[in-house]
């Protein structure tokens, strides 16, 4: 089970990662309502390395990203459901946008988002590649995804 961190913890644990000789894989995103589209990227994720780091939007940065009546549930609620999947280890939440101050701070290894993001548009690609890390893309779980779950249920 994975654990909430601050940053300054995710900082010590992604040093004693590397030291270790440990492969840390980043992703991020707001995982308002967790679904089987969100399950499959993280455990996908967590596959290309030896540890995931999920940067989680907080309550603040997650309103200002969908709108209104979002997030459905609080940052600790989300951290706490992303922590109790297998694939994920440790989880930091954020207040900023973007987490480029997050991954300029612990410099994964692989840094990945879903497949509905070109490479080339993912925040901190250039601090990972600078590093001699990695970016990449998961295929897009087509036909999942929070807002559609809202629309379904008539809260969208």
């Known amino acids: ?12 644990w992604r040093e ?3 030291s270790e000789g440990k492969t840390l894989v980043f992703t991020n995103g707001c995982f308002d309502i967790l679904h089987v589209g969100h399950t499959r990227y993280l455990f996908e994720a967590r ?9 989680l939007n907080s309550d603040a940065s997650t ?6 009546g979002r997030p459905v549930y609080p940052e600790k609620e989300r951290a706490e459901i992303l922590c109790s999947l297998e694939a994920v280890d440790a989880v930091v939440i ?3 946008d973007t987490p480029f101050s997050l991954i300029s701070a612990v410099v994964p290894d692989v840094l990945v988002k879903g497949g509905d993001w070109k490479v080339d548009d993912i925040v901190g690609k250039d601090i990972v590649l600078a590093a001699g890390g ?3 893309n998961i295929s897009y779980q087509e036909g999942h995804s929070t807002t559609g779950i809202l629309e379904r249920i008539g809260k969208g």
């Open 63 to 68: 309103a200002r990203l969908k709108g209104e």
């Open 16 to 18: 004693r990662l590397k």
């Open 134 to 136: 990695r970016v990449t």
């Open 94 to 96: 954020f207040g900023e």
């Open 47 to 55: 596959a290309m390395g030896d540890a995931l780091m999920v940067g």
């Open 1 to 12: 089970m994975g654990r909430i961190l601050t940053l300054n913890e995710a900082v010590k």
